[in-house]
């Protein structure tokens, strides 16, 4: 049986270390998953980010907390809000109703970051299944880097993608597009696509 001791009574580092333990133990940890959610709201940014990572190491198991971890999509650390995103993208269905919310994070933490490739490369795994619209307008205007992870991510949504926002997304690489398989987006009603350098053609494929 796996011992948990009191977090509140460890220094910082040690509940970070034991977000991390309870994180990688498997079902022997399934019952103290309510003890990690409680760090969700630590003091200290490093053990917020531990907990939301450990709690994404089981999956499904970890759905009750979802609306806990999407509280941290607008956490004044980056770092924290990467791995809500990241977590949330490893919950499942009980993820769904938050994923406007990813959403803005996602494009919050862009704009907020010198390096906002960091931001988006956390993304890369998460799929957004019922994502309706994404408007990304201008988010890749001054750099392009992250942006072969964002697009995958949008690529997800597939068939459920209505309207996306590429405005002023004049950044993206031509390879990123070309990498998107051919009818990606069959339902498409508005495809914002000016200074992309995309051509008619182009998003006819997508």
Not at 25 to 40: C, D, F, K, Q, T
Not at 166 to 194: D, H, Q, R
Request: one cysteine or more; a negative charge.
């Amino acid at each position: 049986e796996l011992i948990v001791p009191r977090m509140e009574v460890l220094d910082s580092l040690a509940r970070v270390e034991f977000c991390g333990v309870l994180g990688s133990a498997g079902e022997a940890a399934r019952p103290h998953l309510p003890n990690i959610a409680e760090r969700l709201t630590d003091e200290q940014a490093a053990v917020r980010e531990a907990a939301c990572t450990a709690l994404g190491q089981h999956g499904q198991a970890a759905a009750p907390h979802s609306s806990a971890v999407a509280k941290l999509l607008t956490d004044q650390e980056c770092a924290v809000r990467a791995a809500a995103c990241t977590t949330l993208g490893q919950l499942g269905e009980a993820a769904v109703p938050h994923l406007p919310a990813v959403q803005a994070a996602v494009k919050a933490a862009c704009k907020a970051l010198r390096q906002p490739e960091e931001a988006w490369k956390t993304f890369g795994d998460f799929e957004w299944p019922t994502f309706k619209e994404v408007n990304l307008r201008e988010v890749f205007k001054e750099n392009g880097d992250g942006a072969a992870e964002a697009l995958q991510a949008v690529a997800s949504a597939g068939p459920s993608l209505k309207k996306l926002n590429l405005l002023g997304c004049m950044k993206i690489p031509a390879e990123v597009f070309a990498a998107i398989p051919a009818g990606t987006w069959p339902n498409l009603e508005y495809f914002g696509s000016y200074n992309t350098g995309l051509s008619d053609q182009e998003k006819a494929r997508l």
